[in-house]
T-cell receptor, first 111, second 115 residues
């Protein structure tokens, strides 16, 4: 069965710092890749997704992610974080209708 | 557009009791998912429906968990009997397209505590 690994459990940054959250998966076939975010007190919502085409995808709120097939990675980036980016971030991978989420990374942005 | 609705929002039961959760997806969404999210972990897919048919239930503990989506719209997830390790948030999600190929829209979840 496939698995999804998120390397950081908790990341603490100051405003304006750059962000990169790691995500690796174990599946050799075709995958659809997602980043979901859960802001405090809110539902899980989609940040961005990759199905095919340009491996650099842009999402909402200035986030982007790069799919590197050779590394089985789909890292999330943002050049300058804001206090409002404080949330939990989940990487998810779908292969053959098998949807798997990583354990999540809690991001705390200090004002 | 109304979002995914779930009820109840919170439930506390004792072990060996039964419990049921209800989900109403976004109107017109053919695919419905149930996830279990244990504290400190990511959501774990339990079952997914396409209309009223089961697409995948390989991770559903079928000895105690059951789910149905009889008319292809709303769905119920039942646990009978509950165990302590079932304490978790149960999330329902829906999507308009084929399973796994489109954005999933999540509901607020039901937080279950088993004592």
């Amino acid at each position: 069965a496939q698995s999804v690994s998120q390397h950081n459990h908790h990341v603490i940054l100051s405003e304006a710092a750059s962000l990169e959250l790691g995500c690796n998966y174990s599946y050799g076939g075709t995958v659809n890749l997602f980043w979901y975010v859960q802001y405090p007190g809110q539902h899980l919502q989609l940040l961005l997704k990759y199905f095919s085409g340009d491996p650099l995808v842009k999402g909402i709120k200035g986030f982007e992610a790069e799919f590197i097939k050779s590394k089985f990675s789909f890292n999330l980036r943002k050049p300058s974080v804001q206090w409002s980016d404080t949330a939990e971030y989940f990487c998810a991978v779908n292969a053959d209708n098998d949807m798997r989420f990583g354990a999540g990374t809690r991001l705390t942005v200090k004002p | 557009e109304a979002g995914v609705a779930q009820s109840p929002r919170y439930k506390i039961i004792e072990k060996r009791q039964s419990v049921a959760f209800w989900c109403n997806p976004i109107s017109g969404h053919a695919t419905l998912y149930w996830y279990q999210q244990i504290l400190g972990q990511g959501p774990k897919l339990l079952i997914q429906f396409q209309n009223n048919g089961v697409v995948d239930d390989s991770q559903l503990p079928k000895d105690r968990f059951s789910a149905e989506r009889l008319k292809g719209v709303d769905s119920t997830l039942k646990i009978q009997p509950a165990k302590l390790e079932d304490s978790a948030v149960y999330l329902c999600a829906s999507s308009p397209a084929l399973p796994g190929t489109d954005t999933q829209y999540f509901g607020p979840g039901t937080r279950l505590t088993v004592l």
